[in-house]
């Protein structure tokens, strides 16, 4: 019984985990350059993050910029998202 109910919960997870990668690949599918483009700000990011020293402020405000576009970037799809 047991195990029919192991097997049983796994399709379940199995089934949703697919349906959410072909509903995530087709809501970004027709917007590749803003997609792209928000990979390459979280990986800018991550490079600022690991860089020494703050450089006279200069790093942080880096950052905090490279935040704001990340977040108008993703408002961007969002708003694509919505056939717009």
């Not at 109910?5 to 959410?20: C, P």
């Not at 809501?27 to 690991?50: F, G, I, W, Y």
Request: overall charge positive; proline content about 1%; some cysteine.
């Amino acid at each position: 019984m047991w195990k029919r109910i192991g097997i049983l919960l796994m399709t379940i997870i199995f089934i949703a985990f697919l349906m959410s990668c072909a509903t995530a690949s087709r809501t970004h599918a027709h917007q590749p350059h803003l997609v792209a483009a928000l990979d390459h700000l979280k990986a800018a990011r991550s490079e600022l993050e690991m860089a020494e020293h703050n450089k006279g402020g200069h790093r942080v405000k880096a950052i905090e910029l490279v935040d704001q576009a990340i977040d108008q970037t993703k408002a961007a799809i969002e708003f694509g998202e919505r056939g717009y």
